[in-house]
Nanobody
Framework: QVQFVESGGGLMQPGGSLRLSCVVS????????MGWYRQAPGKQRELVAG???????KYADSVKGRFTISRDNAKNTLYLQMNSLKPEDTAVYYC?????????WGQGTQVTVSS
């Protein structure tokens, strides 16, 4: 079964930056289309950024221009650089295949944006 281990979250003030990482195992990572998802309290999980195996990226309107998704196939690792953080970015962030994730999820990493 595919495993996802997310890290890099934390407490940041508005306007700050964070870089999330996700190590993926038990999958041929280099050919997988991947994405970062987030779930805020009381809300459904949403896809915020995706990257294809060829490196084509796509972002939700809410994060466009502020977040950058990237991947290192040699390290089986997915990244999310988050700049100009806003309180509404507060959520648990997960990585998974995209756009149709199947199977179990990792534990996620908590991002809290607050002054």
């Amino acid at each position: 079964q595919v495993q996802f281990v997310e890290s890099g979250g934390g407490l940041m003030q508005p306007g700050g930056s964070l870089r999330l990482s996700c190590v993926v195992s038990r999958i041929i990572f280099s050919v997988a289309n991947m994405g970062w998802y987030r779930q805020a309290p009381g809300k459904q999980r949403e896809l915020v950024a995706g990257i294809t195996s060829e490196g084509i990226v796509k972002y939700a309107d809410s994060v466009k221009g502020r977040f950058t998704i990237s991947r290192d196939n040699a390290k089986n690792t997915l990244y999310l650089q988050m700049n100009s953080l806003k309180p509404e970015d507060t959520a648990v962030y997960y990585c998974h295949t995209a756009p149709s994730p199947r199977g179990s999820w990792g534990q996620g990493t908590q991002v809290t944006v607050s002054s």
